[in-house]
Structure formats: C-alpha cells, structure tokens
Nanobody, 115 residues
Framework: QVQLVESGGGLVQPGGSLRLSCAAS????????MGWYRQAPGKQREFVAV???????NYADSVKGPFTISRDNAKNTVYLQMTSLKPEDTAVYYC?????????WGQGTQVTVSS
C-alpha cells in the first residue's frame, strides 16, 4: 500500500509563490511516475505536471514556465514549485503516483490565490 501526503498549500496573493510537497510511503516511489493534478470548484480534475521515474517532465500548457516539478528519491518526496500565481490557479492540488496498473492519490492540499 502506498500513501501520499501533500503539504504546502495555503493563501497567497497574485504573483506570489508556493512550494507543494508530497511525501510517499512504500517502495514504489523510485519506480513510479509522480505527478500533480488540480481541481477547481465546479470543474473536473486536471493534469498539472508529471515527472517520470527517469526524470522526464511534462507540464500542462497553462502552467508551463511558472511551475516546476522535481523529486528527491532519497526522501521519497515530489515537489511542485509554483511561481507567478494567478487567481485561476486556485484549486485543490493532488499528488499522484502511477506504476503499471497501480495508481495512488493523496488527499489534496488547498491553494488559494487571492488579494
């Protein structure tokens, strides 16, 4: 069983920055694709960013540039550095671990961008 625990969300002003963290338990971390998704009120969950086990990254067009995904395999942790935040980035952000047919989600962390 894999558990994912996100942290780092909060309230930030437009133009500000936040760094989300996702700590993973279990042995899957180093072989899993680790990603971030988000869900805004009244909208479907959407892809934000992913880093494969080989370190290849991919981003949604809406966050390409201001957001950076990284991982520390020694700490079983994946990060999402978010800069130049906009009100439309407000959402619950979820961590995801995927390997083969195994797919795990964290409980989510709220990010609110507002003045």
């Amino acid at each position: 069983q894999v558990q994912l625990v996100e942290s780092g969300g909060g309230l930030v002003q437009p133009g500000g920055s936040l760094r989300l963290s996702c700590a993973a338990s279990g042995t899957i971390f180093t072989i899993a694709h680790m990603g971030w998704y988000r869900q805004a009120p009244g909208k479907q969950r959407e892809f934000v960013a992913v880093m494969t086990s080989d370190g290849i990254t991919n981003y949604a067009d809406s966050v390409k540039g201001p957001f950076t995904i990284s991982r520390d395999n020694a700490k079983n942790t994946v990060y999402l550095q978010m800069t130049s935040l906009k009100p439309e980035d407000t959402a619950v952000y979820y961590c995801n671990a995927r390997h083969g047919n195994q797919n795990y989600w964290g409980q989510g962390t709220q990010v609110t961008v507002s003045s």
